[in-house]
């Protein structure tokens, strides 16, 4: 693939005050990365390997991915698994699934299975907590499937605690400072 075809890798730095957020974690650094759509056509290796070389260049204490790992094919989760399996991080590498990797019959299945055999958490409707207690990971399932379900998950935890929650396309940091 040509670099035209997929453009250049966009690196966003933010700083997010956090209220609440322990003290310990001050300066944590997440690496964030979405929407991969792995298919052999859309994204190049080169790009791909950029990024995978940004985020571990980053040191982050935790990476996340924020789905659509392959635009409609399930199997091309076997070819993008090994680029992602060189992520490197403090914490661990969490994962939420996308529309994309839920278009055909048992494909976030097979997707789920696939990074969880990588090393990679997949939360659906879930906490982790990579961080320790006082500083939680939910993973919510797709928007636009059956199993998105945010209040139960979210009922389980004290509403002044903060967390960061990870939706598809989406990271809602909330307890934060100016408002979200």
């Not at 992602?84 to 403090?90: A, G, I, M, P, T």
């Not at 929650?165 to 400072?177: G, M, Q, T, W």
């Amino acid at each position: 693939m040509h670099r035209w075809l997929t453009g250049e890798l966009a690196v966003e730095r933010i700083t997010v005050k956090i209220r609440d957020l322990p003290e310990r974690l001050k300066g944590c650094r997440i690496t964030q990365l979405s929407d991969f759509h792995y298919d052999g056509v859309r994204l190049s290796d080169w790009l791909l390997q950029a990024a995978i070389a940004a985020s571990n260049a980053a040191d982050p204490d935790l990476v996340v991915l924020t789905g659509d790992y392959v635009t409609d094919e399930p199997e091309w989760i076997h070819s993008l698994v090994p680029w992602l399996k060189q992520l490197n991080s403090k914490s661990g590498v969490y994962a939420v699934l996308g529309n994309h990797d839920n278009h055909r019959r048992r494909s976030a299945r097979k997707i789920t299975q696939a990074l969880s055999r990588a090393g990679i958490r997949v939360l659906a409707n879930e906490i982790a907590y990579p961080f320790g207690t006082d500083f939680p990971l939910v993973g919510l399932a797709d928007y636009w499937t059956p199993g998105f379900k945010p209040a139960p998950v979210m009922e389980q935890l004290d509403p002044a605690l903060p967390r960061i929650v990870l939706a598809p396309i989406l990271i809602v940091l909330s307890n934060c400072d100016g408002g979200a």
